[in-house]
């Protein structure tokens, strides 16, 4: 390298940092995600969220369970748990009522949240629990060796279904709808843009939110259905995807190579958690009723 | 919660958010947080456990009693880790152990069991609650120390180390992989040998100096009744019957059952002929009193499969026959 092409690139000073080095604990550094996986991505996009959404760091939680999304936490510079395989959500639960000025975010893959954890997470939307779930759906359990999980499509081969896939697999916004989610987005990895926004939006909203991040597995899924690289699959998405806002979910399946439909399908208000809570308690018990001061300097 | 798995997690998130926290179940329900047992104590996050004994194996006996879970209590989780367990065997020890339970936990971060069965757990007694102020309570430990300096899993010098709280600024991370100081995955043998030992260590004094447990007796006493929780009182009534009879009987009743208080145990074989050690279960922590002994005395066990408690006669005739 000339010293000549040192001296012509864009002013970048000495000192000069990637904008979200801040929010990332470097130390750690370098991750364990291998080349061409999607979850980085999607960290990126996070990062980027909390930048515009002006969030308070010292006050946002992240929580994950297990696998290769159950890692997040362990980059994020926040207050971070790394929990047990399917546990992120009843966890975040219990640091959210423990302390309810946290902003509390589950970011845990598709086999953590949907299949050891899958009752943990129709209870926490049934509530409307004030959690944000960022759900990585790589489609296959990943970490271990690319197994079926419950979101792997028909057809699709696997580590355990060599000769193809024959359940039939969730379709985890319809899923998050039924259950009683405020706010459902599905996002692939090539949707940086919408994904970042999606993130700070529901950053912003309150209630129990969903975002689901198609995103490829290339060492175990691609590879082995012969789908091509972490370039191909973002080409797959950017061919494949249908943008439709509020399109029914139920129409929402995905398929093995089929369309897939992206965008934000449910944005609505329902009563939090706590203000159930409190209007049930006032209701029955009056003046005699005090929110609970859980938080405590000497507890 | 939707099930014992949430709620035994559910509760450290509310620890780690400030908050003093314990759940309560029995037999199958304790079974399935023993996951979460195991990341309590891997996270050193101080909580409390309430099992409240019935017959097992599975369902077995719902609301019946039994002892059977002491060993499950200490060993029921994977992996190498320490925790304490309380048997209390009165409504008022509920309330008072509660409370120790509570203090214990923070003072040694670590999961806390409170060990009742089903006698104790549906016992009605006259309960004498003093006032708030009157409660002695050891206050979490914070650390005083500035976020950038403070390290998660520094041990002081009792090897426990200080807390903090979600929220305060410090952006820590805790996780159930072996990890180093900083609470970041170090997965080699150094720190696993480190940690891991550390869990252990820290709950030494449990087995000598700081054991809970209630004695009477024991001076001249040549068989010495070792028992816990509800089959403790039945002891009593056995005991009153062997002096009564002549023979030189005492009590050690066991409160902190784990960390086994080994060495009152060890102490007190050589002074006596026999431990004699009624149980609501087929022989467990009778193995422990044998360790303990360690061949200085006869043990014997005066085991019951549950359903019930001991009749009185069953461990009088163990004490006379291990009084010949």
Redesign the interface.
């Given at each position: 390298m000339s010293e000549q092409t040192l001296e012509i690139p864009c002013n970048i000073p000495a000192d000069a940092v990637n904008p979200v080095e801040p929010f990332l604990?470097m130390d750690?550094m370098p991750h364990i995600w291998c080349p061409g996986c999607g979850i980085g991505t999607t960290v990126n996009c996070f990062t980027r969220a909390l930048i515009d959404s002006h969030a308070n760091?010292?006050?946002v939680?992240i929580?994950s369970g297990i696998g290769c999304t159950g890692r997040v936490?362990?980059y994020a510079?926040?207050?971070?748990?790394?929990?047990?395989h399917?546990?992120a959500i009843?966890?975040?639960?219990?640091?959210?009522?423990?302390?309810p000025?946290?902003q509390v975010v589950v970011y845990s893959g598709d086999g953590d949240l949907f299949a050891i954890g899958g009752?943990?997470f129709i209870?926490a939307a049934r509530r409307n629990m004030d959690l944000k779930v960022i759900c990585v759906n790589n489609l296959t359990y990943a970490m271990t060796g690319g197994q079926t999980a419950p979101t792997t499509p028909s057809k699709v081969i696997s580590a355990t279904n060599p000769y193809g896939v024959f359940e039939p697999a969730f379709n985890l916004v319809a899923l998050a709808e039924a259950a009683g989610a405020s706010y459902v987005a599905r996002w692939t990895t090539f949707h940086v843009k919408q994904l970042s926004r999606s993130m700070e939006e529901v950053l912003r909203k309150k209630g129990f939110c969903f975002i689901e991040v198609i995103s490829p597995c290339p060492t175990l899924y691609q590879r082995r259905n012969k789908m091509g690289d972490g370039l191909d699959t973002m080409k797959y998405y950017k061919q494949a995807s249908k943008i439709r806002h509020g399109a029914p979910t139920a129409e929402c399946d995905l398929t093995k190579s089929g369309e897939i439909v992206v965008g934000k399908f449910v944005d609505r208000d329902r009563p939090s958690y706590f203000e159930m809570l409190n209007s049930q308690m006032t209701e029955t018990l009056g003046d005699r009723y005090a929110e609970p001061e859980?938080?405590?300097e000497?507890? | 919660?939707?099930?014992e798995?949430?709620?035994s997690?559910?509760?450290?998130?509310?620890?780690?958010?400030?908050?003093?926290?314990f759940t309560v179940t029995s037999g199958p329900g304790f079974s399935l947080m023993m996951?979460?047992i195991g990341?309590a104590a891997m996270t050193e996050t101080p909580c409390v456990f309430v099992d409240v004994q019935r017959g097992g194996p599975s369902t077995g006996l719902p609301t019946l009693p039994a002892q059977a879970d002491m060993m499950q209590a200490r060993w029921g989780s994977h992996g190498d880790y320490g925790i304490i367990a309380l048997c209390p065997n009165s409504p008022q020890e509920c309330f008072d152990l509660a409370i120790t339970a509570f203090n214990l936990s923070e003072e040694f971060r670590v999961p806390v069991m409170l060990m009742l069965d089903e006698c104790v757990g549906h016992m009605t007694e006259k309960v004498i609650i003093p006032d708030a102020a009157a409660i002695d309570?050891y206050?979490?430990r914070f650390t005083h120390l500035p976020p950038g300096e403070f390290r998660l899993f520094e041990p002081r010098e009792d090897k426990v180390p200080d807390m903090v709280?979600?929220?305060?600024?410090?952006?820590?991370?805790?996780?159930?992989?072996t990890h180093d100081e900083r609470g970041?995955?170090s997965m080699n043998v150094d720190t696993q040998r480190s940690s891991v030992t550390r869990l252990l260590e820290k709950l030494q004094p449990f087995t000598g100096e700081r054991a809970l447990s209630e004695t009477a007796d024991l001076e001249d006493a040549e068989v010495v009744v070792v028992s816990y929780g509800i089959t403790s009182r039945v002891a009593q009534r056995a005991i009153d019957l062997a002096r009564q009879k002549g023979v030189r009987a005492g009590k050690f009743r066991i409160i902190s059952a784990w960390p086994f208080p080994e060495k009152h145990i060890a102490a007190l074989a050589p002074k006596v002929k026999a431990m004699v050690v009624p149980e609501l279960n087929l022989g467990q922590m009778v193995h422990e009193v044998e360790r303990a002994a360690a061949g200085r005395c006869k043990v014997r066990l005066v085991p019951h499969a549950g359903g019930t408690v001991h009749n009185p006669e069953a461990i009088l005739k163990a004490i006379l026959e291990a009084a010949e």
């Open positions: 604990r750690r760091l010292d006050k939680a929580v936490a362990g510079n926040l207050d971070s748990f790394h929990t047990t399917g546990r009843p966890f975040a639960t219990g640091l959210k009522l423990a302390n000025e946290l009752n943990h209870h859980v938080m405590c000497q507890c | 919660m939707e099930d798995l949430a709620a997690i559910t509760i450290q998130g509310a620890v780690w958010g400030g908050a003093k926290a996951e979460h990341y309570v206050p979490r709280r979600a929220g305060d600024g410090y952006r820590f991370h805790v996780t159930g992989l970041y995955p």
